[in-house]
């Protein structure tokens, strides 16, 4: 990517530094949905996502290991971001995935170097669209910011409501 970061294919290895960043990168996120949603419902639809990162991650890599990216550190091969995508070539759409920065190194246009990776990618595999979701609440601007920065220019908002039984 430069003299600094470089981009490379995640191996199965990486898997618990990458479930690291996944917990540092979105406590900011889970605590506004704790906030919002009450511990009762955050705990039945949010605690097991971030307490079983690593299994997710492992399991994300093993289906598709071709699209999972990691960034490292080139001076001592820190892991500090990594992002997933899959290619659809029958609906000629190419989605990015879950990504995160760890939170020290955000602000540098890791994210943006790492969604060009990405969408190269799928303009080399001759898709015609790219998608990516994220939410509206303040805690996911950076990610609404960061998609806009990289062409991300059509949205299309939905709501998630839920009541308690
Ligand atoms: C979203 C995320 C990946 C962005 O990573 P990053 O490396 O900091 O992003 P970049 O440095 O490439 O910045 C891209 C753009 O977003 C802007 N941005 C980044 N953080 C921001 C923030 N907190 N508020 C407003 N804008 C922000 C940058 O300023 C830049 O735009 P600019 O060049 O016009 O100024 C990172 O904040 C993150 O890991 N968040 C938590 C997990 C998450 O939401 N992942 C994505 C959804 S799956």
């Not at 970061?5 to 191996?11: E, K």
């Not at 199965?12 to 009762?40: S, T």
């Not at 994300?60 to 990594?82: D, T, W, Y």
């Amino acid at each position: 990517m430069n003299d600094k970061y470089a981009l490379r294919l995640a191996c199965e290895d990486d898997m618990d530094a990458v479930a690291k960043i996944v917990h540092r990168a979105w406590e900011p996120v889970l605590a506004h949905h704790k906030q919002n949603m009450g511990l009762d419902l955050f705990d039945a639809t949010y605690s097991r996502w971030s307490q079983a990162a690593g299994n997710r991650m492992r399991s994300l890599f093993s289906r598709n290991p071709n699209c999972f990216s990691v960034v490292e550190l080139c001076k001592s091969g820190e892991l500090v971001a990594f992002v997933t995508y899959q290619i659809d070539h029958d609906g000629s759409m190419g989605t990015l995935g879950l990504n995160a920065v760890a939170p020290q190194f955000q602000g540098q246009g890791i994210a943006s170097m790492m969604y060009q990776f990405v969408l190269d990618q799928f303009r080399q595999a001759g898709l015609k669209f790219a998608r990516v979701r994220t939410g509206m609440n303040d805690t996911q601007t950076s990610a609404r910011r960061a998609y806009e920065k990289a062409g991300f220019d059509i949205a299309q908002c939905e709501v998630r409501y839920y009541m308690t039984l």
